[in-house]
């Protein structure tokens, strides 16, 4: 089984920055992780994700320029930076790992974090 945590997540003014971290445990081989995002009353969509062996990335075209998605493979970990928040990035942020393949499908993620909270005020 494979465990993702995620933390960082929290309320900052527009225009500000936060970082999100997600640990992966258990069974760590996997191709890529990403990061997805969901409002009330919306469905879960894709924000940027990265494949482990070269560092290829990809990102939701909203968040390009404002957001980084990097890897750590040695701590199994993925994080996010998030700067120039706007309040429209509001949602609970989610983790998620494929086990093989890159990708930005959320029905084609493996496994699930638990989900952080994102609030911007404006």
């Known amino acids: 089984q494979v465990q993702l945590v995620e933390s960082g997540g929290g309320l900052v003014q527009a225009g500000g920055s936060l970082r999100l971290s997600c640990a992966a445990s258990g069974r760590t081989f996997s191709s890529a992780m990403g990061w997805f995002r969901q409002a009330p009353g919306k469905e879960r969509e894709f924000v940027a994700a990265v494949r482990w062996s070269d560092g290829i990335t990809l990102y939701e075209d909203s968040v390009k320029g404002r957001f980084t998605i990097s890897r750590d493979n040695a701590k199994n970990t993925v994080y996010l930076q998030m700067n120039s928040l706007k309040p429209e990035d509001t949602a609970v942020y989610y983790c998620?790992?494929?086990?093989?393949?890159?990708?930005?499908?959320?029905?084609?993620?493996?496994?699930w974090g638990q989900g952080t909270q994102v609030t911007v005020s404006s």
């Open positions: 998620g790992l494929r086990l093989s393949g890159l990708g930005t499908g959320a029905t084609t993620m493996d496994y």
